[in-house]
C-alpha cells in the first residue's frame, strides 16, 4: 500500500479526481490525483489488491480503477510524489503489459466481397441498402493521390480529369467513404437532392440533373445527410454516417448508438488503420465543401485511460472496502485509445502552422459532412477539458483521446 506525503494543494484544481494514461508499449503509467483528492494528500492511500485492480481511497472517498487482466501496475516503496501546483499530484508508475486486444475493423475493413451487407442510417436506422452481395470490394489511392502523380510518371498526367467510379456491383473503398452504383442503393425515395438549385433537381430512376453544385443525398426519414452524388451513376456515402446491419434482420429492433460514441470510435478507428497502411500520422479533416476544420497529429496508440469527474459520484458503499465512513465511491474501467493533437482551424490564429499543412503533402486530408466536423470538434473539445490543465496544450496544439472498440474477449 502506497501513502501520500504531502503538503494541501490549491483548490483551484477541481476538473478531475483521477486521470490514468498507461503506455502499454513503454511498460510506464502516469497517475494524476487532483480536486478534492489533492487538497488532503496525507489521506490518500493507493493500493493494488490484485495487481489489475488500482484502488485509491480516503476517509470518504474510494475509486477502483480496473484494468486489463492482463495489465498490472507495480506501486513504488513509500516516498514523496511529485507535485505540480495548481494542478495535482503526479505518480510515474510500472506496469506489466500483455494485453494483445484486437481493435474492431472500421466499415471500410469489414466489407468483404461475396458477402451479403446490408447499409443503414446511423441516426435513425433507416435502410439504405438492402441485402447486397458485392462482387468486388476494392480500395481507392489515398485522399491526395493525384498531388503524387507528378512523382510517379515523366509524363503528363494520365489520370487528369478521370473519375475512378464503380460499376454496378461493385464498391470502391476511400478514407471515409464508400462509393457504390445507384443500382446498389435502395430506391431513390429514401435518398433526396439536398441542395435547392435553380432548377430543383430530383432524383428519377436513379438519373440526376448535373450541377456544379455538390448534390447532397440525405436519408429521407431523418434528413441527415449521408453522402453526395459523384455522378449520375455513383453515390458517395461516408463511414460516419452508416451502420452495418444484418441482412436477415431488418425488421427486429436495435438500440441505436450515441452519436457522439459513435463518430468518436468511427473517426479513431480510421486514423489507426490508415496511419497503418500508409505510415502516415498527420491528417486533415475537412467538409465536403473543402474547407479545412480540424487538423490531427496522431502520437500514441497504445494507450489505456482513465479520465474521471466529479459529476461520475455514487453515493453508495462499495463492497470492496469495509468502512462505513466511505461515502462516494467511483469505479472506472481503463479504455483503449488513441492519443492526439489538434488545432481547430476555424478559430486558431496561428495560420502559418495551417498553411504549412496544407501544402505538406505528407498530410493525409479526411473529408467528412460538415455536421460530422462539428460533431468531432465536440467531441475533441469535451475530451480535452477532462484533462489535467498541464496536459491540455503542447505548442500550439491541443490534447485530446479518443476512443477505440476492441473485441470482446
Known amino acids: 500500500m502506497y501513502s501520500g506525503q504531502l503538503n494541501k494543494m490549491s483548490d483551484s484544481a477541481t476538473q478531475s479526481d483521477v486521470f490514468l494514461e498507461i503506455r502499454k508499449k513503454l511498460q510506464s503509467c502516469l497517475l494524476v490525483l487532483s480536486g478534492a483528492l ?26 477502483i480503477i480496473e484494468l486489463p487482466a492482463e495489465v498490472s501496475i507495480t506501486l513504488p516503496p513509500s516516498r514523496e510524489l511529485p507535485k505540480i501546483e495548481e494542478d495535482g499530484l503526479y505518480m510515474r508508475l510500472h506496469v506489466q503489459n500483455n494485453d494483445n486486444t484486437e481493435v474492431l475493423p472500421s466499415l471500410i475493413m469489414s466489407l468483404k466481397a461475396q458477402k ?21 470490394v476494392l480500395p481507392l489511392p489515398s485522399g491526395n493521390w493525384n498531388a503524387l502523380v507528378e512523382d510517379w510518371c515523366c509524363h503528363p498526367d494520365p489520370f487528369a480529369n478521370k473519375k475512378l467510379l464503380p460499376k454496378e456491383e461493385d464498391c470502391l473503398l476511400g478514407d471515409t467513404f464508400i462509393l457504390l452504383s445507384w443500382h446498389s442503393v435502395v430506391n431513390e425515395a429514401l435518398l433526396k437532392n439536398s441542395e435547392k438549385a435553380d432548377s430543383q433537381q430530383k432524383f428519377h430512376e436513379n438519373k440526376f440533373q448535373k450541377s456544379k453544385k455538390v448534390v447532397h443525398v440525405t436519408c429521407q426519414h431523418c434528413r441527415r445527410v449521408l453522402g453526395e452524388s459523384v455522378s449520375s451513376d455513383t453515390v458517395k456515402l461516408y463511414i460516419t454516417e452508416l451502420i452495418v446491419k444484418s441482412p436477415t434482420n431488418l425488421t427486429n429492433h436495435f438500440d441505436m448508438e450515441n452519436r457522439y460514441h459513435f463518430v468518436e470510435n468511427a473517426v479513431a478507428c480510421r486514423l489507426l488503420e490508415i496511419s497503418s497502411v500508409y505510415s502516415t500520422f498527420r491528417f486533415s479533416i475537412q467538409g465536403h465543401d473543402g474547407k479545412i476544420s480540424l487538423l ?10 482513465v479520465s474521471s469527474s466529479k459529476t461520475a459520484t455514487v ?19 481503463a479504455r483503449n485509445v488513441i492519443k492526439i493533437l489538434y488545432l481547430h482551424c476555424l478559430t486558431s490564429t496561428h495560420h502559418n502552422v ?43 496544439f491541443q490534447v485530446a ?5 476492441c473485441k470482446q474477449k
Open 116 to 136: 451479403s451487407y446490408a447499409l443503414a442510417c446511423q441516426s435513425c436506422g433507416n435502410v439504405i441498402v438492402f441485402d447486397r452481395t458485392f462482387h468486388r
Open 296 to 305: 490531427l497529429w496522431l502520437l500514441n496508440t497504445d494507450t489505456l485511460l
Open 354 to 396: 495551417i498553411e504549412a499543412w496544407e501544402k505538406d503533402i505528407g498530410v493525409q486530408p479526411l473529408t467528412l459532412p460538415i455536421e460530422t466536423c462539428h460533431e468531432l470538434i465536440h467531441i475533441l473539445s469535451t475530451s480535452n477539458a477532462t484533462l489535467p490543465s498541464s496536459m491540455r496544450t503542447l505548442r500550439t
Open 38 to 63: 489533492a487538497k488532503e494528500p496525507s489521506d490518500v492511500e493507493i493500493s493494488t489488491p490484485p495487481p489489475s485492480l488500482l484502488q485509491i481511497r480516503t476517509s470518504d472517498f474510494c475509486c
Open 401 to 405: 483521446f479518443l476512443k477505440l472498440r
Open 315 to 333: 453515493t453508495t458503499e462499495s463492497d470492496l472496502f469495509t468502512n462505513d465512513s466511505i461515502t462516494k465511491h467511483h469505479s472506472h474501467k
